[in-house]
């Protein structure tokens, strides 16, 4: 009895604590407006969200002993948040609620500061513009150092947007610690998707949605390894850069890497088949060809040109443009080259083009010069309207590097790499996408501690929606890894040209 | 039936026997002397002699006090073990908490054996003799500069382990102690291989009943369907780092056999006590006996411990030490003071003579026998972290930085490639980088100080700039980009182009034309002394002049400056005493005046120069 009516007394009074602290605020003689936004990270003031997106944790970055956050949807629900360690970490349930609330209208967020002694501070309202499009529900991304040539541990991994789940895909450290890249997937399909491992285990791996199988794509008639995949939209084909690549150090500060390739040539493979097959050329002039990219209806191919370099070539020199070719999917055939974007007569230089779903559309990145666009301060998104031609920057650029990019299932949602965060790391930003004059101001994959990007030393790479979770996991790699890799067979096209 | 007596039938404790008070009086006084003997002896040994092995450890591993870096050695068997380890190590930036730390840890280790010797009912005086010689291993491990705590704690945890699962006891509890073998595995990873069988000996030696027979093959499976479980559901590792880690972690390092020896000498441990009781029951003198042995261990060791020791290393860890610090002055005393055969050693004299602003008027006063070789390190695995340091004494920032990060990646973080990595982020004003870096070094113990100290520079630019290291590596870097290159000769010669100014690339110019002996080049360049702000020429540039003068008979242009009437009278006096020496190159040179040693001339005459030592070939850049 006595020893219960301790822990009685012991109970009373920590929740006296708890009340003491929670009242704190109340205890405040007055309220005084900031007239300002309050600072918080991630910035999320004025983004547009997806309805079905992970709750937005951020960190204030205000004076305070205490905070108050009331967060209230278009319909009215409200939730109150106290919290004395300035992070903000909303309930998973009572977020969607208010997304659930807010669709299609903004979701407000009040926030107002404490400090014993001093009049509380309440800031101008956040304000979250709420889309009725979803975003697709998973993100998939290469985790690594954002550095130079070595590494260690490397990992692919699929990150539920919903929440805050992360499921690896792919860790290095069971295949011999090879490195891996180019995840791609056929139309944010999760059951359709292959990526390339280098080293002890390398190879591509496709996966099927039941098999991961193992393959060598590279044949003799290849100058090197296939990388910088795109899957043909039919599943049949994936079209392949094969690049010579190399790297190189600057040594004035405002650069670190210089990554360019030697020659660099388009090659197809036929899944069905197991077969490689050129994309060759019937221009005279010899060129360096990459970062292909089909059309959603797969009648073209996209990538981006340039004019072989020679030895001892000016590396700020190079200048790709976005090209596009014709192609017939029942002969396996390609048409004539076409320029889309003549990126050389300005002087600059385009990598990564990607396409709507619907078609209409054409996203790529735009530098100074080559071809890796994430070592490139000055790389900005732009947009080409595929119907009318015209192009233009996109409104969602900064003053740091923006790279490579993605669309959603649905069209609505684009996640591109930015460094602006501290111009090193690249993570991944989602905007919503309605036409090029109406594009919303994107925000920073949430995460359950909001003040994670801060520490992070590692890159997100390659950042793709899924429609789905990924049914094969690290250890399926492992085990496939194992296996003796098929061999790709190589198919000479005589009549490439008959369109 | 008492509490705890355990079922006799199925009890695996060894019998008990009775001793006499006095014997065991006399015996524990024993115990305790030669313990006390072994601490005196660990402590001494380890506070003297232990600096260059602390040193090291402690600059091969940085310990945070941050969920981030726990969190990473709880994703793998083994790792807490480690964490704890690297916990300890933090502390070893001083010799004297490293040896009591150690010392400590030797201490536990015997007295974990002692424990061990009492549950098997160890009697026999050889006994007393056993428990002290894992100790005395372990002592003896430690000389070598890659046995970190971990393995120390490791081998006590296994210790501890086995006198848990092995007390006395009835049998459900024996089977429940047994059963938390995969807690075991996973705080101790692959130290409960060593577990698993020194349990399998000590029942097969000790055990009695069905007990002997049904626990060993528990434990068996048990060990099975864990391993299973942890490779196939828990963690994400490969099947070699599940069953090796972190005991065999180097797998061409001698270090493992050492290791397999302790682990052989632990599993064979009851059966050594075992032996030793049958064999010393028919020795008559046992007290005796058992002192003389104690006696042969301590001597061995003692023998052992100086004779693993390697002054050499120890040497150039102490010159290291200073490099880190950067008390260049204490680097060149060091280095004048016991010059050094080892190029690492050359190389850091020669960095600290280039920090000092004295590479080219003091380079001859310190051995020179690699050529220019010793100017920079190659950039291999095992050299890169000392390579770092020529190109931030050069100017080349982004290189410094560069391989500053590869380290980091590769190794995690160390101490010194942190602090790279910050003066670096500083100098090139990626202050939210830099921030990220202190941040992380402001959650150590021993680095916070430091940390703080650059903290203050952060988005404050003319800060840096006025800071006398930051600021002159500023007004050091080249003013156009190139691409640095695998040949640093050519790094140096860049940098030169593209910063005329920078006075420091040329000296190591003009260092490699010197101990590459190539008179004629450095005729063509002594014109450029005056443009860079030279009064006078660096002392052994004169030297190279006069000796240029002496063989071709032509004066070079000197482009405004004089030679010093004193390098002249030098000269002159090089050679009357050298015309007083006769006999071998050897005899020559114990019978030569400092004062004529010291000079260029005579590294022109007698300086042989090693072959390219270490120098990598042109590497393969290419990434795809």
């Not at chain 2, 010797?117 to 372990?138: H, M, R």
């Not at chain 2, 002997?212 to 499976?221: A, D, N």
Request: net charge positive; with cysteine; aromatic share 14%.
């Amino acid at each position: 009895m006595k020893k219960s009516g301790i822990s009685e007394r012991v109970l009373i009074l920590i929740a006296g604590i708890f009340l003491a602290a929670g009242c704190r605020h109340d205890m405040a003689d007055s309220v005084s407006p900031a007239g300002r936004l309050p600072v918080i990270e991630p910035d999320y003031s004025g983004v547009t969200i997806p309805p079905n997106i992970a709750p937005l944790n951020f960190k204030i970055s205000e004076k305070g002993m205490h905070f108050r956050i009331r967060a209230t949807s278009a319909d009215g629900t409200a939730l109150i948040i106290n919290t004395s360690d300035a992070i903000v970490r909303f309930p998973v349930k009572q977020w969607k609620k208010l997304l659930d609330g807010s669709q299609g209208d903004s979701l407000r967020i009040d926030i107002t500061s404490f400090e014993k002694g001093y009049p509380a501070i309440k800031y101008d309202p956040v304000c979250m513009i709420v889309a009725r499009d979803p975003v697709d529900p998973f993100l998939c991304y290469r985790l690594l150092y954002p550095g130079y040539r070595s590494w260690v541990d490397m990992k692919i991994v699929q990150r539920s947007l919903e929440d805050f789940g992360e499921y690896p895909l792919f860790e290095n450290q069971l295949l011999d610690d090879n490195c891996v890249n180019c995840h791609s997937f056929n139309k944010n399909n999760p059951d359709r998707f292959l990526l390339h491992v280098r080293g002890s285990k390398g190879g591509t791996y496709f996966f099927d949605g039941k098999n991961l199988t193992r393959t060598r794509l590279k044949t003799p008639e290849m100058p090197a390894n296939a990388v910088y995949p795109a899957w043909h939209p039919s599943g049949r084909y994936v079209a392949f850069s094969s690049n010579k690549t190399v790297q190189s150090f600057h040594m004035r500060p405002e650069k670190n890497i210089e990554v360019y390739d030697l020659y660099s040539s388009l090659f197809v493979y036929d899944v069905e088949r197991n077969e490689m097959f050129a994309c060759p050329e019937k221009d005279t002039v010899k060129y360096m060809e990459t970062f292909p990219c089909w059309s959603p209806d797969g009648k073209y191919l996209y990538f981006c040109r340039t004019a072989q370099v020679k030895e001892g070539f000016d590396y700020m020199k190079v200048k790709y443009d976005l090209v596009r070719k014709s192609f017939d999917q029942t002969e396996g055939t390609f048409g004539n080259d076409e320029v889309v974007f003549d990126a050389l007569s300005l002087n600059k230089s385009v990598s990564f083009p990607s396409i709507s779903p619907d078609g209409r559309y054409l996203v790529f990145t735009l530098h100074d010069y080559g071809t890796f666009s994430i070592w490139h301060k000055e790389a900005d998104l732009y947009l080409i309207d595929l119907h009318s031609g015209k192009t233009g920057r996109m409104t969602i650029n900064s003053n740091e590097t923006e790279s490579y990019h993605s669309w959603s299932s649905n069209g609505r949602w684009l996640v591109f790499s930015s460094k602006r965060g501290d111009g090193l790391t690249a993570r991944p930003y989602f905007a919503y996408f309605v036409s090029p004059d109406s594009v919303g101001k994107p925000f920073v994959l949430p995460q359950k501690d909001p003040s994670l990007y801060g520490r992070l030393e590692k890159t997100f790479n390659r950042p793709e929606f899924i429609t789905g979770r990924i049914k094969a996991g690290p250890r399926d790699f492992a085990a496939a890894s194992d296996k003796e890799p098929l061999k790709a067979g190589w198919k000479e096209k005589t009549n490439n040209r008959v369109k | 039936m008492k509490k705890g007596q355990g079922n006799r039938k199925d009890d695996l404790s060894a019998p008990s026997k009775r001793v006499f008070p006095a014997i065991e009086a006399g015996g524990r006084f024993a115990g305790y002397l030669s313990v006390a003997l072994l601490i005196v002896l660990s402590v001494t040994y380890l506070s003297f002699f232990g600096e260059s092995i602390f040193f090291l450890q402690e600059n091969n591993s940085l310990f945070i006090f941050s969920t981030d870096y726990f969190q990473k050695f709880c994703s793998e068997p083994g790792g807490l073990l480690v964490y704890a380890g690297n916990f300890l190590t933090q502390f070893y930036f001083s010799s004297f908490y490293g040896s009591l730390i150690v010392s400590a840890l030797i201490m536990l280790a015997y007295l974990v054996f002692r424990r061990i010797n009492k549950q098997l009912k160890a009697e026999s005086s050889l006994s007393s003799f056993l428990v002290l010689l894992p100790s005395c291993l372990l002592l003896l491990l430690q000389t070598r500069y890659d046995f970190y705590p971990y393995y120390i704690l490791g081998f006590i945890l296994t210790g501890l382990w086995f006198l848990i699962t092995t007390a006395p006891g009835k049998g459900t509890r024996r089977y429940i102690l047994t059963g938390l073998f995969p807690l075991f595995y996973y705080l101790a990873g692959s130290f409960a291989l060593i577990y698993i069988i020194l349990y399998l000996v000590y029942c097969l030696i000790y055990g009695k009943g069905r007990l002997r027979y049904l626990l060993p093959t528990f434990l068996i499976l048990l060990s099975f369907l864990t391993f299973l479980l942890f490779k196939d559901l828990v963690f994400l590792q490969p099947v070699s780092h599940l069953l090796f880690y972190p005991l065999f972690l180097y797998e061409y390092s001698s270090l493992t056999e050492y290791l397999s020896l302790f682990s052989g000498v632990l599993i064979l441990y009851p059966l050594l006590i075992k032996s030793a009781d049958v064999a010393t029951s028919k020795i008559k003198f046992q007290p005796l006996f058992s002192l003389s042995a104690k006696l042969v261990l301590f001597s061995l060791t003692l023998f052992l411990l100086f004779r693993n020791r390697d002054p050499g290393a120890a040497d150039i860890l102490r010159i290291e030490r200073s490099v880190y610090n950067r008390e260049w002055d204490e680097v060149i005393r060091q280095y004048e003071k016991s010059p050094s055969s080892n190029i690492i050693g050359q190389y850091y004299y020669n960095l600290a003579l280039s920090e000092k602003g004295e590479l080219c008027s003091r380079m001859f006063y310190g051995r020179q026998s690699f050529g220019s070789l010793s100017l920079a390190l190659a950039r291999d695995d095992e050299q890169t972290y000392r390579a770092i340091y020529f190109y931030y004494a050069v100017g080349l920032t982004g290189e410094a930085h560069h391989l500053a990060y590869e380290l980091m990646v590769q190794h995690g973080f160390r101490p010194e490639n942190i602090k790279m990595l910050i003066k670096t982020e500083l100098i090139i004003g990626n202050y939210r980088i830099a921030e990220r870096y202190i941040n992380v070094l402001k959650k150590t113990m021993h680095y916070r100080k430091w940390a703080v100290k650059y903290e203050k520079m952060l988005y404050k630019p003319d800060l840096v700039n006025s800071d006398p290291e930051l600021g002159g590596k500023i007004r050091l870097l080249p003013a156009k980009d190139f691409f640095v290159v695998t040949d640093d000769s050519r790094n140096v010669d860049l940098l030169s182009e593209e910063n005329p100014g920078n006075r420091r690339a040329f000296e190591y110019r003009m260092a490699r034309l010197l101990l590459d002996k190539d008179l004629v080049e450095i005729g063509k360049e002594v014109r450029k002394f005056k443009a860079l702000g030279y009064s006078n020429f660096p002392r052994h540039v004169e030297e190279a002049i006069v000796s240029l003068v002496n063989v071709t008979g032509e004066f070079p242009d000197l482009g405004g400056l004089m030679i010093s009437k004193d390098t002249d009278q030098r000269f002159l006096r090089y050679f009357s005493d050298l015309k007083s020496l006769r006999g071998s190159k050897a005899q020559i040179e114990n019978g030569i005046k400092k004062a004529d040693k010291n000079t260029f001339w005579y590294y022109l005459q007698f300086g042989t120069m090693k072959s390219a030592v270490g120098k990598g070939g042109q590497a393969d850049n290419s990434i795809y």
